[in-house]
């Protein structure tokens, strides 16, 4: 934390880019690490839930598409639109 730029005397304490980065990253680790502990997951490395939301890479968390060959919303409308899918 530092002191307001040109030692204004406000008292106001800005937090640097870096600061507020890892604090945000921490909380959201926090919050999503609540939730694993609610059902019941087990993970590696709490520190990855930072950067995913998800937690394995099963059928159920996993990419649809990569499991059931689903395509995308935008997919099927760029389909449609070109007269492909009727």
């Known amino acids: 934390m530092a002191i307001a730029p040109?030692?204004?005397?406000?008292?106001?304490?800005y937090l640097n880019k870096?600061?507020?980065?890892?604090?945000?990253r921490q909380r959201i680790i926090s919050r999503r690490y609540e939730r694993v502990v609610r059902g019941?997951?087990?993970?590696k490395s709490p520190g990855r839930l930072g950067?995913?939301?998800?937690?394995?890479?099963?059928?159920?968390?996993?990419?649809?598409?990569?499991y059931f060959g689903l395509?995308?919303?935008?997919?099927i409308l760029a389909d449609e639109a070109q007269g492909k899918i009727s």
């Open 6 to 13: 040109g030692g204004d005397p406000s008292g106001k304490i």
């Open 40 to 43: 019941a997951w087990f993970v």
């Open 51 to 66: 950067k995913t939301n998800t937690v394995c890479s099963c059928w159920m968390c996993g990419n649809p598409r990569k």
């Open 71 to 75: 395509v995308t919303r935008q997919e």
């Open 18 to 24: 870096r600061a507020i980065r890892r604090y945000h």
